[in-house]
T-cell receptor
């Protein structure tokens, strides 16, 4: 089993939709988690950290479920510019998921 | 402020040649990471340094790969000899502490 697993997608959603991605991790000792965004042929860029109590940044909400060992990312009111690949990572051992590709269509 | 700087941005070489990739981390960052990204395997951690000392190199695929960090502002990843299966995008990233990482633009390597 891979250490960090994500549904590769693609997720194709219309503008304005709400979309959610999950990411499961196998290392139960993991303490820190992040979501990154990667545009085509570009480097990954930090989107947001994931805190135990859940956290929000504008249209983006990240949550952590330690019991089931997964983190989630919710994007509300999707914009065309949200089209990208979203990568989750366990910060303690730097294991990235393979990424979930999102395409937001007009 | 300058971000992570990598060079070259693109490298095309022939099988058997030596390849050296370079990275300058963000000033003040104490962690430096080397990753490889391919369609098949995604983003893989190769090695990381803390205060210029290699901490975990378990991701280095084989002895053909080596990495050094002679000082806090410079690191190299060397492949010798290179093989076509080494073709990938190689990213360098740095962080302050073991948290949020900032990636360089990557080096796109093609081995013919």
């Amino acid at each position: 089993r891979k250490e960090v697993e994500q549904d590769p997608g693609p997720f194709n959603v219309p503008e304005g939709a709400t979309v959610a991605f999950n990411c499961t991790y196998s290392n139960s000792a993991s303490q820190s988690f992040f979501w990154y965004r990667q545009d085509c042929r570009k480097e990954p860029k930090l989107l947001m950290s994931v805190y135990s109590s859940g956290n929000e940044d504008g249209r983006f909400t990240a949550q952590l479920n330690r019991a089931s060992q997964y983190i989630s990312l919710l994007i509300r009111d999707s914009k065309l510019s949200d089209s990208a690949t979203y990568l989750c990572v366990t910060g303690d051992d730097m294991r990235f998921g393979a990424g979930t590709r999102l395409t937001v269509k007009p | 402020d300058a971000g992570v700087i990598q060079s070259p941005r693109h490298e095309v070489t022939e099988m058997g040649q030596e390849v050296t990739l370079r990275c300058k981390p963000i000033s003040g960052h104490d962690y430096l990471f080397w990753y490889r990204q391919t369609m098949m395997r995604g983003l893989e951690l190769l090695i990381y340094f803390n205060n210029n000392v290699p901490i975990d190199d378990s991701g280095m695929p084989e002895d053909r790969f080596s990495a050094k960090m002679p000082n806090a502002s410079f690191s190299t990843l060397k492949i010798q000899p290179s093989e076509p299966r080494d073709s990938a995008v190689y990213f360098c990233a740095s962080s302050l502490g073991s948290g949020k990482q900032f990636f360089g633009p990557g080096t796109r390597l093609t081995v013919l």
